[in-house]
């Protein structure tokens, strides 16, 4: 099995050399590859010196290099892993054992479980932060997976060939977890420890910000994913405030057989509308995901056909030799 280590990079001329060096320890055979975002510093020079094949992605942010790997990499098994030294190379045999065992899909390096980061992290709100992102989804999925947002991961090649990455930044684990949940792809979860920077090296993580995107995305899959559930969710908030308003116009109407509160009624009618259309827009969306789940399903029977060894042409079995 054919398998690749994708290291995406960003100023990490400090921990580089480690990262590669700790991996080719582990998977001699393997390639590896830093894609350089735009550093700044030394990192192209400092990998290549430690014998990885350097790429570059010029359009800046995470998203943008993950969806670069995946399109232009060729391998059987794919190891994603920052840059950044946080994550012990030790564990690959872990990760890759699903994928080789044809288990799974995705396999995740579960950081949080064994309290690692929670101990190692010095950031503050990362650890809310992620708690808040897998419990929403979690939630919405009505799965129990223990760490979404983590940067060690390893991919077959049906999920690197069919995932359609569209956000540009940090958000992208966010956005492979939710893909996976929606289409239902083998999640395997592994236990890792996690260690913090070394001294002098530093976060390009904005917590606010990157938050803010995270959550965001999160929002905006929710729409795509679930638009059924997504909608009625708005139907339900605004027939209730329609009904919040105007029951008291129908009370006085039965009363005094007469409307004088003329803009609740109106407001009344118009939430009531809303909420009818957001409905009926949930039940049209919930058609269009559902078909696309069927293209989508359809495309994976198809690479998976062409990933089948053919018999040669012309050459047939007789008395049981070629």
Not at 15 to 28: E, H, K, M, S, Y
Not at 138 to 164: C, E, H, Q, W
Not at 200 to 222: P, Q
Not at 294 to 317: C, F, H, S, W
């Amino acid at each position: 099995m054919k398998i690749a280590v994708l290291i995406p990079c960003y100023n990490e001329e400090q921990t580089i050399g480690d990262v590669i060096d700790a991996f080719r320890n582990q998977l001699p055979n393997a390639d590896i590859y830093v894609f350089d975002n735009n550093s700044k510093d030394k990192t192209s020079e400092v990998a290549r010196r430690h014998g990885a094949i350097v790429r570059h992605e010029y359009q800046q942010g995470k998203g943008h290099v993950v969806r670069s790997m995946f399109r232009n990499i060729e391998a059987d098994c794919y190891v994603m892993v920052d840059g950044d030294n946080t994550y012990p190379a030790e564990f690959v045999h872990d990760l890759i054992a699903p994928i080789q065992e044809g288990r799974a899909n995705m396999v995740i390096g579960d950081r949080l479980s064994n309290g690692t980061y929670l101990k190692e992290n010095k950031r503050k709100f990362h650890n809310l932060g992620n708690t808040m992102v897998k419990n929403c989804i979690n939630f919405l999925y009505k799965k129990k997976l223990s760490d979404i947002m983590t940067g060690y991961r390893a991919f077959d090649r049906l999920f690197v060939k069919t995932m359609p990455i569209m956000s540009p930044g940090f958000e992208i684990e966010t956005e492979m977890s939710i893909h996976a949940l929606d289409k239902r792809l083998a999640i395997v979860e592994v236990p890792i420890t996690y260690r913090d920077r070394p001294e002098g090296s530093y976060s390009k993580l904005n917590t606010l910000a990157d938050g803010r995107k995270v959550l965001y995305k999160i929002f905006t899959l929710f729409k795509e994913y679930k638009p059924m559930l997504f909608f009625t969710a708005w139907s339900l908030l605004f027939l209730v405030l329609g009904l919040a308003v105007g029951i008291p116009v129908i009370a006085e109407y039965f009363v005094t057989e007469f409307i004088t509160r003329v803009p609740s009624a109106i407001l009344a009618v118009g939430l009531v509308v809303l909420s009818v259309l957001s409905f009926a827009c949930g039940a049209i969306l919930d058609t269009v995901a559902s078909n696309q789940r069927k293209q989508y399903e359809l495309e994976l029977n198809r690479i998976q056909a062409d990933n089948k060894p053919r018999p040669v042409q012309g050459m047939t079995r007789t008395g049981g030799s070629l």
